[in-house]
């Protein structure tokens, strides 16, 4: 089946280093992926889109990549801060949606 | 952008009971979508709310379960009936401006307990 899979074990880093969560997607080729954020007790929020045709797009602090070869995705927090910390879900599109679990990110001062 | 409330924001039922969540959005869209996110699982996909016709559910929902409304353009309504303890869940409701590369944005989510 189609799957989104991301990092299961939460991600604890310094404040100030840079952050790399990973996204692979398995038996499907998404025409473009999703990066969201979500905080307890809060619904997602969008962060980026790239498309498939596009090796890298930049906002900010944030940096996301799209592999078509290797069927994956990497998401970048440079200078990382404590208002960093939160859940990290990535979505690949087909007729909707498939989401990942998301990866927990702990910024530690 | 587009915001969103959903009421209740959180609620513990009894088994056998039924509650309606509401979504409202600031704006006119012509797409709602009303997911599912259990703790441990992904967010899943319950049905898709399009104003003036039959709401569309995904394999494993069906509308006996979840009835939905979509009076108008900016509100719906997803319901759970004949709650049991597997339905406790967060509910959440998004929308998706067309044209705006398919970002969806999310309600703050409804927390539903079933006792």
């Known amino acids: 089946s189609q799957k989104i899979e991301q990092n299961s074990e939460a991600l604890n880093i310094q404040e100030g280093k840079t952050a790399t969560l990973t996204c692979n997607y398995t038996n499907y080729s998404p025409a473009y992926l999703q990066w969201y954020r979500q905080d307890p007790g809060r619904g997602p929020v969008f962060l980026l889109l790239?498309?498939?045709n596009e090796k890298e797009k930049r906002k900010e602090r944030l940096k996301v990549t799209f592999d078509t070869t290797l069927k994956q995705s990497l998401f970048h927090i440079t200078a990382s801060q404590p208002a960093d910390s939160a859940t990290y879900l990535c979505?690949?599109?087909?007729?909707?949606?498939?989401w990942g679990l998301g990866t927990s990110l702990a910024v530690n001062p | 952008s587009a915001v969103i409330s959903q009421k209740p924001s959180r609620d513990i039922c009894q088994r056998g009971t039924s509650l309606t969540i509401q979504c409202q959005v600031d704006s006119q869209v012509t797409m709602m979508f009303w997911y599912r996110q259990q703790p441990g699982q992904s967010l899943t996909l319950i049905a898709t709310a399009n104003q003036g016709s039959e709401a569309t559910y995904e394999s494993g929902f069906v509308i006996d379960k979840f009835p939905i409304s979509r009076p108008n353009l900016t509100f719906s309504t997803l319901t759970v009936s004949n709650m049991s303890p597997e339905d406790s869940s967060i509910y959440l409701c998004s929308v998706d401006l067309a044209g705006i590369n398919n970002e969806q944005f999310f309600g703050p989510g409804t927390r539903l307990t079933v006792l």
């Open positions: 979505a690949g599109n087909n007729r909707k949606l498939i």
């Open positions: 790239i498309r498939e």
